[in-house]
């Protein structure tokens, strides 16, 4: 994050975006956690979606392990000796990537099911609490206004 008092134009211009997707979107947790995505990704928190975080390997089986410490996926073969680790489904873990590669504007377009989507929220929220090293308001308020009627 920036310091208190330090403007940040990156960050303050996708936040306007945000801002006006949000309030013409009939999918407000879909896009928020677009946002929260892309923030992680803004402030060089980008989460390692592409390859198992301990071993390199690329083959990823439809259930994989999330670690917040290692910021990424851990492969099946990898998981069990690690702690910590939150079990996603490899759907999830699509849903982000999609997520990270699509405009603000179109992200209302991705489909995916509820679950998907808690999966997703669980694991970006984990993520930015632990690389943040403490809970964010922010995401307490985003969490408001996803929610809002």
């Known amino acids: 994050m920036t310091e208190e008092g330090d403007g940040d134009e990156t960050i303050f211009n996708m936040l306007l975006t945000y801002m006006r997707v949000l309030s013409e979107t009939s ?12 923030f992680a990704t803004v ?11 301990e071993c390199g390997g690329r083959s990823l089986s439809p259930e994989v392990c ?3 410490e290692a910021g990424g996926v851990i492969c099946s073969k990898c998981s069990p000796g690690s702690s910590g680790n ?4 490899y759907g999830a873990v ?34 930015l609490g632990f690389r943040m090293n403490r809970k964010l308001r922010s995401l307490e308020f985003l969490e408001t206004v996803t929610n809002a009627p």
């Open 27 to 38: 999918d407000p947790e879909l896009v928020t956690v677009a946002f929260e995505t892309k």
């Open 43 to 53: 402030l060089g928190y980008r989460p390692r979606l592409e390859s198992c975080t």
């Open 66 to 68: 999330y670690s917040p």
């Open 86 to 89: 939150i079990r996603v489904s």
């Open 94 to 127: 699509k849903l982000l990537e999609a997520l990270l590669m699509t405009e603000f504007a179109k992200v209302e377009r991705i489909k995916a099911n509820r679950s998907i989507r808690r999966e997703t929220t669980r694991l970006i929220r984990a993520h």
